[in-house]
């Protein structure tokens, strides 16, 4: 069965300073993997997805992410973050094997300093 | 844009009574799904249906049931609500049978706060 992990439960960051989000999977197949942010009071709105191709991928709100097979890794990254950043991330992953259903992981809020 | 609504933003039930939480999408998708969200844990598929009348158990039905009459609303039914369903319940959607081949994402709805007293 396919698991993803988050290992950062909450990262607190300052306003225009860089942002990591990890993301590990277990999977023996391709996976397609998803990074969602929920703000407060919202549903999950998709930032970007892996599916093939290009292993670097970019998002909306300035967001990229990179696939890296050999680390089992699609971690999420910012290169200046807004105040308006200040949300949970969580990275979600799917697989042929696994039809429709994705797999999320625990998650990780951001906190952002002014 | 896709539209995935839920009935109600914040619900809260008794011990045993018998709880609807209903879900509508807009866009003829054939994929449903419900999670419920608890701190730490992420989201945990409870029960998911490719078409109308299907249904198929995710990772933790215990507790509840669903129903899929029309193909634009997926109802999540807990019988007899119990404290440990206190929780965030979210509804998506995701467009075909074949979204797997294509990397399709799933579409989520703003969520129900369900608490149970």
């Known amino acids: 069965a396919q698991s993803v992990t988050q290992p950062d439960i909450h990262i607190t960051v300052s306003e225009g300073a860089s942002l990591e989000l990890r993301c590990n999977y277990s999977y023996g197949a391709t996976p397609y993997l998803f990074w969602y942010v929920q703000s407060p009071g919202q549903g999950l709105q998709l930032l970007l997805k892996?599916?093939?191709?290009?292993?670097l991928v970019q998002g909306i709100k300035g967001f990229e992410a990179e696939f890296k097979r050999s680390q089992s890794s699609f971690n999420l990254r910012k290169p200046s973050v807004h105040w308006s950043d200040a949300a949970e991330y969580f990275c979600?992953?799917?697989?042929?094997?696994?039809?429709?259903?994705?797999?999320f992981g625990g998650g990780t809020r951001v906190l952002v300093k002014p | 844009d896709v539209k995935v609504t839920q009935s109600s933003r914040y619900l809260v039930k008794r011990t045993g009574e018998k709880v609807f939480l209903e879900c509508v999408q807009d866009m003829d998708h054939e994929n449903m799904f419900w999670y419920r969200q608890d701190p730490g844990l992420g989201l945990r598929l409870i029960y998911f249906s490719y078409d109308v009348k299907m249904k198929e158990k995710g990772d933790i039905p215990e507790g509840y049931s669903v129903s899929r009459e029309k193909k634009e609303r997926f109802s999540l039914i807990l019988e007899s609500a119990s404290t440990n369903q206190t929780s965030m319940y979210l509804c998506?959607?995701?467009?075909?049978?074949?979204?797997?081949?294509?990397?399709?994402?799933?579409?989520f709805g703003p969520g129900t706060r369900l608490t149970v007293l």
């Open positions: 892996y599916f093939s191709g290009d292993t």
């Open positions: 998506a959607s995701s467009p075909s049978r074949t979204s797997v081949l294509k990397g399709d994402e799933q579409f």
């Open positions: 979600a992953v799917g697989a042929r094997a696994a039809g429709n259903k994705l797999t």
